[in-house]
């Protein structure tokens, strides 16, 4: 948890002298890295722990194993949960990931123990996931031959997968149904029918993964459509009942499937400040007005989608399947 909260001892009761502590030096730790220096253990970071997975399973498996193989025989090599990381061991995947909610989640995700790989369109995510245990990657997902490579080239390069969030997406405001042509077939695509594709390519991995856990990244309007949304709101209707049907299916397997649903996430590369002015305007407020637009008067940022999805990915959410999780600031429409 972000937040710890300290108990004090009372003022008022005798206290003994605390025993004096050895400090630990901490050399440099970053959150690529992450590892602490102890001259008695040696903690293996991101990185470090999974390849030490990989090759114990390889030698499980025996020569010549396919991947699927390999990824079967990571199970019994699952490391013992950490308090601070924890989804050390795990592989992960994020699509869309370049900026914004997937980045966010990426980073958080490797924050978190993870091996991280980022999947996005746009060639700037080589550059923004860059580090030891996350990594970005240039693919189309409307690609199906393409995607499935990347699906299956992380599989082979880190054992296995254990843990997808589907977040890449589209959202073209202003189009009403008779106008609606293009679009809507964009949207279907890459909204939709991709995130069926990720889930096809990914499941036969998550069957065997490190307590495997898929997040739907869902939207407000999916029970809160509003005009000129139509495209978006269908196909972010459709994820999640995908979600739900995913969550029926796999349960037998031990893969948890969760939807998590943002609104008015500003802090992303869609929303220029003329887009926020222009949408401010309509409703009558100021810019900070509308960010704070919703019941508990809170403005909604990436990394508190990314914090989320790490958590409900994790053991804090371990016996939970099937559940569709807001993070909007309490909004009338939904509620």
């Known amino acids: 948890m972000d937040k710890i909260f300290e108990a004090q001892a009372s003022a008022f009761s005798p206290r003994k002298p605390a025993p004096r502590k050895t400090a630990l030096k901490v050399q440099n730790i970053s959150i690529e890295s992450a590892v602490v220096k102890n001259p008695d253990t040696k903690i293996m970071n991101q990185l470090e722990t999974v390849n030490n997975i990989l090759s114990q399973a390889k030698a499980a498996a025996g020569d010549n194993a396919s991947i699927l193989e390999i990824a079967k025989a990571r199970k019994p090599f699952q490391p013992e949960l950490d308090e601070y990381k924890p989804h050390l061991g795990k592989v992960a995947i994020v ?4 900026g914004g909610i997937g980045r966010a989640t990426a980073e958080r995700l490797h924050r978190d123990g993870a091996v991280v790989v ?13 580090g030891e245990g996350i990594s970005g990657v240039v693919c189309d997902i409307t690609d199906n031959e393409k995607f499935q490579a990347a699906v299956d080239a992380v599989a082979a390069e880190y ?8 977040n890449a997406g589209i959202f073209k405001a202003g189009e009403y149904i008779e106008e609606l042509d293009k679009s809507w077939d ?15 390519f990914s499941i036969p991995y998550l069957k065997h993964g490190f307590s495997a856990s ?14 000129g949304a139509a495209a978006y709101s269908v196909t972010k209707a459709g994820v999640t009942q995908l979600a739900r049907v995913a969550a ?18 500003f802090d992303t590369e869609i929303w220029t400040e003329e887009a926020l002015q222009k949408s401010a305007t309509r409703y009558g407020m100021t810019v900070e007005e509308y960010k704070t637009k919703n019941l508990l008067r809170t403005e909604i940022k990436s990394t508190d989608i990314a914090r989320m999805v790490s958590t409900v990915a994790g053991p804090v959410f371990c016996a939970t399947t099937g559940a569709q999780i807001p993070i909007d600031g309490g909004n009338d429409r939904v509620i």
């Open 186 to 200: 964009l949207h279907l695509l890459i909204n939709l029918t991709a995130t069926q594709r990720f889930l096809k």
């Open 214 to 227: 898929i997040i739907i990244i869902g939207s407000r309007n999916f029970s809160a459509p509003g005009p």
């Open 159 to 166: 054992g296995g997968i254990d843990l997808i969030v589907a």
């Open 95 to 98: 699509t869309g990931a370049c």
């Open 248 to 265: 029926l299916e796999l349960a037998a397997d031990g893969v948890r499937v969760n939807t998590v649903h943002p609104d008015a996430v």
């Open 118 to 130: 980022g999947m996005d369109v746009n060639p700037a995510i080589v550059e923004n996931l860059a």
